[in-house]
Structure formats: structure tokens, C-alpha cells
């Protein structure tokens, strides 16, 4: 009768809150172990994006550098190459680079600092009537001219 019924029902309950337990620490445990994967393997891609971006980086400073070494030089050696205001900038522009943080991948403000030393690179190679003539890293041009 009824409490036959009523044994079968709670026979039923509990086969199904086994399967609810199985599916919820089926769950959980894949929760867990996707989580550990995508972990290890955004560890890995930020790893290998951030050797390609320091090197990119990197490259454009020692670039920008190199021309600012070259032109304060040629200032040394030929005195009225360049007028004082020039010089200055490109003293300037030499002291925000040896300023800037590389191989300090936390340092803050590496962005602004870069943008920075791009702005000065660029009104030094506009006074010196290059333009975008110089190709530098980040451009496509393979030709560098002066």
C-alpha cells in the first residue's frame, strides 16, 4: 500500500541525490582542473607576449638612442651643426631614455615614458627636416635615410 509506495518514492529520492552529488562534484573537479589548465597555459601566452613586446620595445629604444648618441657627437665634434635649442633637445632626449625602465617589466608609467621619448625623437627629426623620412622599428620601411 501506501507506505510501500512511499518507500519506493524515497528509494527514488535518494538514487537521485546521488546522481545530483556525481554531478556536482563531476563539477566541481572539472571546474578545478580547467581552471589549473587555463591558468598555466595564460601564464605561458603572457610569458611569451611579454618577451615579444619587451624585445620590440627594447629594439625601438636602442634605436632611438643610437640616433640621439649619433647626433649629440656630431654636436660634439662640429660645435654650429646644431643650434642651442637642439643640443638641448637632444640632451633631453637622451636623459628620458637612459631614464626609462627597461627590464623593469612592473615599473609604472613605462607607457607615458615611452610615448615621451617618442614625442622628442620626433620634433628633433622634424627640425632636422627628416619627417617620417627615418625609418625607425616600428615602421614598415626597410631603407633608413638621412
Known amino acids: 500500500g501506501f507506505h ?15 546522481v545530483l552529488d556525481i554531478e556536482s562534484e563531476m563539477r566541481e573537479k572539472g571546474f578545478s582542473e580547467g ?11 603572457g610569458r611569451v607576449l611579454g618577451v ?6 627594447s629594439s625601438e629604444v636602442g634605436f632611438y638612442f643610437g640616433c640621439a648618441l649619433m647626433w649629440r657627437t656630431l654636436a660634439e665634434t662640429y660645435p654650429n651643426l646644431f643650434p642651442k635649442r637642439r643640443k638641448e ?17 612592473n615599473a609604472t608609467g613605462m607607457t607615458e ?4 621619448i617618442r614625442s622628442k ?5 622634424s627640425q632636422l627636416g627628416h619627417g617620417k ?6 615602421s614598415e620601411k626597410k631603407d633608413i635615410t638621412f
Open 35 to 45: 581552471f589549473a589548465q587555463g591558468k598555466s597555459k595564460g601564464l605561458e601566452e
Open 133 to 138: 623620412r627615418l625609418g625607425s622599428p616600428r
Open 121 to 125: 625623437f620626433k620634433v628633433i627629426m
Open 113 to 116: 615614458a615611452l610615448a615621451k
Open 89 to 105: 633637445r637632444i640632451l633631453a632626449l637622451i636623459e628620458e631614455i637612459q631614464a626609462y625602465p627597461l627590464g623593469q617589466s
Open 52 to 57: 615579444k613586446h619587451g624585445k620590440q620595445t
Open 4 to 18: 510501500g509506495s512511499l518507500r519506493v518514492w524515497e528509494q527514488m529520492a535518494d538514487l537521485f541525490d546521488g
